[in-house]
């Protein structure tokens, strides 16, 4: 294929890569805002589909998770807390009620717990203890702090391991989610 047919290639790749940039930037007028069709009747008596954007009522909210989250952690021994250990299940709700009495008035909305526990024979994280762990953290959250956590759901409360090789063996990184008010 010669230069000047590629160049063309490149040229609308890029025009369409800004559409759908420019179309994916597109925002109504005001978060919680309701778009809503109007029918009226043109000069040639020919109806057009208008859209009409209604603004949400005073005092309520936008609605959305805020994009600026908030972390804590919390460390014991993984396998003491998998294991069922009630020492360790009390020091993860000790720590977590501690660090949360930061946020007070919130709630948190969704949450992430990262976990690490331990790496495998050469170095690697050992991501399925990793993620079992970081679910027993998961599971004592609503426990620990029943007015900021919402009951535990798989949906809301989340567990994923964390390969990070800076994160020590027995941390748990709770990503915390708000809502926008």
Not at 53 to 75: K, M, N, Q, W, Y
């Amino acid at each position: 294929m010669s230069g000047a047919r590629m160049a063309g290639w490149l040229f609308a790749d890029l025009l369409l890569v800004m559409v759908v940039v420019t179309l994916g930037g597109e925002t109504t007028k005001g978060a919680g805002a309701h778009i809503r069709p109007e029918l009226t009747a043109g000069p040639t008596s020919t109806p057009t589909l208008t859209p009409t954007v209604s603004a949400p009522a005073p005092g309520t909210p936008a609605g959305g998770l805020d994009p600026h989250t908030r972390s804590i952690s919390v460390r014991t021994d993984p396998g003491d807390l998998v294991g069922g250990s009630d020492a360790a299940a009390a020091s993860i709700r000790r720590q977590v009620a501690q660090k949360a009495a930061q946020f007070q008035g919130e709630r948190a909305a969704f949450v992430i717990v990262f976990g690490n526990a331990g790496r495998l024979p050469g170095g690697a994280v050992d991501t399925r203890s990793s993620t079992e762990y970081a679910e027993a953290v998961a599971r004592l959250l609503p426990s620990a702090k029943p007015d900021f956590f919402p009951p535990y759901d798989e949906k809301i409360i989340r567990s994923y391991h964390n390969t990070d090789p800076r994160v020590p063996s027995g941390t748990a990184e709770i990503e915390l989610f708000f809502l926008l008010h």
